[in-house]
């Protein structure tokens, strides 16, 4: 079993930055997919960005240049670095690690308003 806690939600201004995080912890796999997910209400989940073992990284074309993932391999968590932040950005954003099961963390909020 593995456990997936995000942390770093709130409410940012829109052109602002906040950084996301998400730690793994349990029965971990040296093979894995690290990603970042959203969701609005009423919306299907979005990817957003994915990160391998390998280290190859991927984000969706609607936040390249915007959004950076990256991990820290010691503390077994990513982050998600936002910059320029649009109100549409609003939504609830989900970590998942994959390595043959999928585990996702309960998600954490993040509201780009002024």
């Known amino acids: 079993q593995v456990q997936v806690v995000e942390s770093g939600g709130g409410l940012v201004q829109p052109v602002g930055s906040l950084t996301l995080s998400c730690t793994a912890s349990?029965?971990?796999?040296?093979?894995?997919?690290r990603a970042w997910h959203r969701q609005v209400p009423g919306k299907r989940r979005e990817w957003v960005a994915s990160?391998?073992?390998?280290?190859?990284?991927n984000v969706v074309d609607s936040v390249k240049g915007r959004f950076t993932i990256s991990r820290d391999n010691a503390r077994n968590t990513i982050h998600l670095q936002m910059n320029s932040l649009k109100p549409e950005g609003t939504a609830v954003y989900y970590c998942s690690y994959y390595s043959g099961v999928d585990y996702w963390g309960r998600g954490a909020q993040i509201t780009v308003s002024s």
């Open positions: 349990g029965r971990l796999s040296s093979i894995y997919t």
């Open positions: 990160i391998t073992t390998g280290g190859s990284r």
